[in-house]
């Protein structure tokens, strides 16, 4: 479990807090999605979660563990980072060595480091990307290279800033059935402009200016229309949709089932 507790964050010689006394719990195994506008402070706050950042004041507990200067390598021990601009992180220029260098520091045999990356890959739709330069490829398959390197390390934690920002909506659809796929064996938190990633999470933090503005399944979330004005959020169009046709109450269950299989059935019985 994660645990921030009254974090507030300044930036180098800033003056003002980019971050203002942030308390959030994350559980084991639960899908957190991180929503709010340009500027809102989400990078600020996931670079915290993920370890590359200190917070300025505030207590950080991963697994009931205070984390000081003497134990901050858990952080990265537990944590996949995929940062927003991925180039910024690629450590090689080919894209098989990209995924496979946080492997290599460990034990595992060469076999199978191959058959993981593979299969990684090869779910991914980037198995055809391997042999490539990561410089010459698109901004989209370079967010899929670097969550793949992340992903191949089975922490125990996956940190996703905008992980979806530059793919087109083919890719978007395999890239989120993967996490989907895998959903139950990590804790997710992602960090997204798009409400519809949130509508099976476990959990959504609403961010505006530094601040926590509301967190709460997403049926307290998504149906608060004050709420998603204020942040500056538009509801998604599909959920608008069952919204109109079904009535509030209704979607409220659905949405709290957390089944998105569910919530694809009623869209299609809708559009039908
Ligand atoms: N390195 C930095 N130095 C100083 N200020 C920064 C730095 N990085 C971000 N900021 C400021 O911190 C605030 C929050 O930025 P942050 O990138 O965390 O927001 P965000 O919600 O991720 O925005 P976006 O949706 O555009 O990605 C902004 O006002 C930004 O200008
Ligand atoms: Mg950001």
Redesign the pocket.
Known sequence: MLNLENISFK??K?KSL?LDDISLKIEDRSFTVIV???????????RIIAGSIKPTSGRYLLDNELITSDNYHLINSKIGYVF?NPEETFLTSNVEEEIAIGLEFGSKEKVDIYNIINKTSSELGISNLLSRNVNDISGGQMQKVAFASQMVLDKEVMVL??PFSMLDVKSKHEYWNFIMKNKVDKTYIL?T?DLTFSLFASNIIV?KE?KILKQGKPSDILLDRELLLSANLLIPQSLQMLIDKKGISKIKNLLNKGDESKYLEEIENYES
């Open positions: 930036y180098n800033g980019i709010g506008s340009n500027g809102s402070g989400k990078t600020t706050l996931s927003q800033d905008e960090i402009h961010m530094g």
